[in-house]
């Protein structure tokens, strides 16, 4: 039973950072439609930038403010010279696009920084287990971090002039215009926070997993699995599903298919909600005109 | 009221062309939005009434001259022109479905940098099924609620122009009424230059103190509104009732 709950606990933990990306898909998804298969990169892209910066001898979190700056920024800037220009374009090409760039984060960051696993530091320090053996410090930490972090993103969107800008740009870009908003620019702003959020994500997860090119693959599934059980439309669903898939993973991993075999519950899940119920937990229907 | 219309016009349109890709729509109109009055742009569907106000709003791309308060503003972007303060009810209402009442109006006032929460206040005295159905997702409400709602969210932006795209659109009588007897109380105490495009002339000349006719992107007739209205040849001849 202890056991159990251990994985549980565990699960929470990690799913909080598919939780983060998986939020980050569906503020992409809300207001573009489409899902940033590079968001996953990006956010590695944007650790190896932390690693850097804490190889100058730079303090963590200065090097964790740099590195948002850094991704909020790269976030924007793509929005502006790549997306912006593909507004219009057939569904192909932003998936094209969205596959490029994530063959190019992959590679020149293996480039720039080589293949080879890296350590990445924790700020919470290793220490001992805690909470009878529940939590690693690492963990309680990165949940403590990125509750926060959703928490602050909800209440942006929810509290501020700007976050129902934002959403209402994204919900209803004609109308948004005629009330005022720049659109465009509320787009970027939102890729720029998307970016910032993957790389938190990618931060945290980094010191479980190391640093390599390759280190968000699973997650990116993992976190597009919670999105799609959460419902794609659905910032709070992200959440959720999220953290349900970092227990399912674990749960899965530990008692069912075994952990060579866990990255399979996320494409099972991803088949089992487009099949049962493609709208997922808390997400609305999708009809579009053809 | 007389004196307000001897001001310089707040709208002024010459040679209007506009149109979609290869498809020309507005074909070289001239009208003008006197200072605090209400202009009607009566015509069939497919005449050019929804384009014209696409038009003035920047939302296709146009020759000829716009003129707001004296100034071109074809080449302005949609946004840059509501924040001169052009409120556009919009065809199909534009409702911000996913979106509350109260948050649908307050995107509204998003170019503003005074306080808001009195203009709430006080549009929805006008509106008081609104106010019931504040904190309601907006994709709720009943086609004339969103039709409220847009007017609403457009007298946030404190329009010194408010453009009306067929306020009557798919709404029972009933309601086209309230909706009316309410764009009244509006025109008297919010003191805004409209330009209302309708389809529903009969209805629309009894708020508009002048009236152009549109067929197929040209002005074919114009003059006060109640000219119009009397004259029975006219009235049968072009706007069938």
Known sequence: ??????????????????????????????????????????????????????????????????????????????????????????????????????????NVAGWLFSYTLKP????????????????????????????????SVWAFFRFTRLGLAMRGAAYNPVSS?????????????????????????????????????????????????????????????????????????????????????????????????????????????????? | MADTITEKPILEVRGLHAGYGQVKVLHGMDFVVNTGGVTALLGANGAGKTTTLRAISGMVRTTGDILYDGERINALSTEAIAAMRVGHVPDGRGTFMELTVEENLKLGGYTRRDDTAADLERICTYFPKLKQRFRQQAGTLSGGEQQMLAIGRALMIKPRLLLLDEPSFGLAPLIVREIFEIMRQIIISERTSILLVEQNASLALTIADMAYLLETGRIVMSGPADEIRRDESLRRSYLGY
């Open chain 1, 120 to 151: 990445f530091p924790s700020p919470f320090g290793v220490g001992d287990p805690m909470f009878g053996g529940m939590f690693s410090r690492h963990e309680l930490g990165s949940t403590v971090v990125t509750m926060a972090v959703l928490l």
């Open chain 1, 177 to 290: 215009r005629l009330v005022g908003v720049p659109v465009g620019r509320m787009l970027a702003l939102g890729w720029g926070l998307a970016a910032g959020i993957g790389a938190i994500a990618g931060m945290m997860v980094a010191p479980v997993v190391f640093l390599d090119p390759n280190m968000m693959g699973g997650v990116l599934l993992y976190a597009f699995a919670g999105a799609l059980l959460g419902g794609i439309t659905s910032p709070l669903g992200a959440v959720v599903g999220g953290v349900m898939m970092g227990v399912i993973e674990n749960l899965a991993g530990a008692y069912v298919v075994g952990t060579e075999l866990k990255l399979t519950t996320a494409l099972v899940i991803i088949v089992l909600v487009l099949v049962v119920k493609p709208s997922g937990l808390f997400g609305k229907a999708l009809a579009s005109r053809v």
């Open chain 1, 1 to 106: 039973m202890e056991g159990v709950l251990h994985q549980i606990v565990s699960g929470i933990a990690t799913g909080g950072i598919y939780a983060s990306i998986a939020l980050a898909l569906v503020m992409i998804f809300l207001a573009t439609h489409h899902i940033n298969f590079a968001q996953g990169e990006m956010a590695m892209f944007s650790t190896y930038i932390a690693l850097t910066l804490l190889q100058l001898g730079l303090p963590y979190w200065a090097a964790f403010l740099a590195t948002l700056v850094f991704s909020f920024v790269m976030g924007v800037i793509l929005q502006r010279i790549l997306l912006e220009p593909l507004a219009n374009a057939p569904v192909l090409a932003s998936v094209g696009a969205f596959l490029g760039l994530l063959l190019i984060f992959n």
